[in-house]
């Protein structure tokens, strides 16, 4: 999407994400990339097309990032800490990508941040929010289920589990990017029950074994 969003959502997400960045910027990680890593993306055929979603994907590394920008084909908004966006430069170029910043600490501080979430989905846009809210290598993590109870409690959506398995090869890394079947929140279940689904779909993507 294109249209600006200033006059909705005030301060923090002034600045809309910009095609062109995106663009660049793929371009730049599949270059810088292609050296080290392999990527192998599987399950293309369960994301969204024309509407929106919310995609929950494994945290084994900050490679997820820029991978997960790659391996899928629309252009994406993305969660993240807050302390990412603390530098003026670094923070527009966040934005100009789709970043937008959250303070899980200080909930009331994230308001703004909220707010564009469910704006950009309202749009037809997809999210991405990391259920762990940072890395756990090799393992699940236990899980942060605040944001997604906060979002099916408003959005009717599917919602897109996703795995990550780094492999060594060689000289190069074999990263497998795996789409799961999108999980929908029915009016008869809890958000937790809908939160452990997810969970356990994110780990078997993965080849984990779910956070007991």
């Not at 994110?202 to 956070?211: A, F, H, K």
């Amino acid at each position: 999407m294109g249209r600006q969003i200033k006059q909705h959502i005030p301060g923090v997400l002034a600045l809309e994400r910009k095609k062109w960045v995106c663009d660049a910027t793929k371009a730049l990680i599949r270059s810088t990339f292609s050296p080290f890593y392999r990527l192998e993306t599987r399950g293309s055929e369960y994301l969204p097309r024309g509407k929106a979603f919310l995609m929950l994907p494994k945290h084994q590394c900050w490679q997820d990032i820029p991978l997960i920008a790659v391996a899928t084909p629309r252009p994406l908004y993305y969660v993240a800490k807050h302390e990412l966006f603390e530098n003026p430069i670094i923070s527009r170029l966040l934005k100009f990508q789709g970043g937008i910043p959250l303070n899980r600490q200080k909930p009331l501080k994230s308001r703004d941040a909220i707010r564009a979430m469910i704006h950009y989905l309202k749009e037809g846009e997809g999210v991405v929010v990391f259920p762990e809210g940072t890395y756990y290598p090799g393992r699940m993590g236990p899980g942060r289920s605040g944001i997604l109870k906060l979002i099916i409690s408003r959005l009717a959506l599917p919602l897109i589990p996703v795995g990550f398995r780094y492999r060594r090869e060689g000289l190069r890394t074999r990263v497998t990017v795996s789409f799961g079947k999108p999980v929908y929140h029915g009016r008869q279940t809890s958000g937790d029950e809908t939160f452990d689904q997810l969970m356990e779909a994110i780990s078997e993507l993965s080849g984990l074994e779910t956070q007991t």
